[in-house]
């Protein structure tokens, strides 16, 4: 298949496994079935087998919409066991809005999402907070591990008067990024929101999410709250001057100002209880921003989720902390039934 552009033929043969949205539509949106066998490959990748007696034939239900055992008659959707499960939307527009969130670049607002779903706009929110809580599930399993780093603390949020620095009501978060030579174009990068810019958070926050040993360098911008690191770091703590046009945290400053216009530009302002939802998903596109395969991510990330109740959802903060284990618990569900099945 070829197009034509100033009168020259191009092929799109060389996108590999990138979808476009129209791509998508043809595929999955207008053929239920074809969305059927990417959930059912996503939930049972090496074949059908039940979860009570390991039994690997099947018949579908089509009026419950499930997969029965033919051996002890147990009944399994699509969806169940995972963060969509008791989802109502019918399968092709669940995937289509999954997609949207994942495959757009610069972000969707949810009242984009509603009129193209053709959804109501608690519905459209819902999904996205769901997927940005897997974002944020694949974010924390990375660790950043380069010869150096740059860092810096910005705040985001509206002006709080008579406070001013360190003592601001805005929200703090850590910007971490991992590069191949000092000052250049970032590999990866980190969002991370802490409660007050101080050496511990700092520290602690750095030993989580990054590689240190005293053979990488870390560039600052002078504050001596990144002092602390100089244990595990060659920390290059040194002022900036911000007037020329190649000053060395001259990316990461470029990162956090497009995260500020991002926020203000597609979304208006989000509540303080959010941010760090949004901080996952602004990271995560940053670090696939070279991804081509997303329904290869998206069947992953499903695949590995949990059930997730509206009160998680409220609750985002607490559920945002307790994820770690429930991804732990799940991959060892996963083992063990893999296990009695080769048995």
Known sequence: ???????????????GTYLTKADFIMTYYADLEACKCFFFDMKWPTGYYCEKCGCTHHYYMKGK???RC????????????????????????????IFLIYADKRSISSLEL??????????????????????????????????????????????????QGMGTDKQAFLV?????KEHEYPM??????????????????FSKNVKMSKDRILNTDGKTTFNILKSNLQVKNDKINYQENESKLYFLNKIASNFKSTIQGIYHGIGKRMIPLYFSEFEWR?????????????????????????KDIVTARIYILSIEVWNFLRDVKWALTLNNKRL
């Open 65 to 67: 919409g499930s997969y």
């Open 1 to 15: 298949m070829t197009y034509k552009r100033n009168n020259k033929r191009f092929s799109v043969k060389g996108r």
């Open 176 to 180: 971490i990024l991992s590069t191949h």
């Open 114 to 163: 509603t009129e193209e779903l053709n959804v109501n706009y608690k519905t459209a929110c819902l999904l996205q907070t769901k997927c940005r809580l897997l974002m944020r599930s694949s974010n924390t399993k990375q660790m950043l591990d380069s010869s150096f780093y740059e860092s810096d603390v910005v705040y985001i949020g509206a002006k709080s008067e008579g406070k």
């Open 286 to 310: 940053f670090n696939h921003r070279h991804t081509k395969d997303f329904m290869g991510k998206i069947c992953k990330y499903i695949r590995n989720s949990t059930i997730m109740t509206r």
């Open 188 to 205: 990866y990068v980190k969002l991370i929101e802490i409660e007050k810019d101080s050496g511990a958070n700092i520290e602690a926050q």
């Open 70 to 97: 033919c051996e002890c008659h147990h009944d399994e959707r699509l969806l169940s066991n995972t963060c969509f499960q008791d989802c109502k939307l019918p399968l092709n527009k669940l995937l289509y809005g």
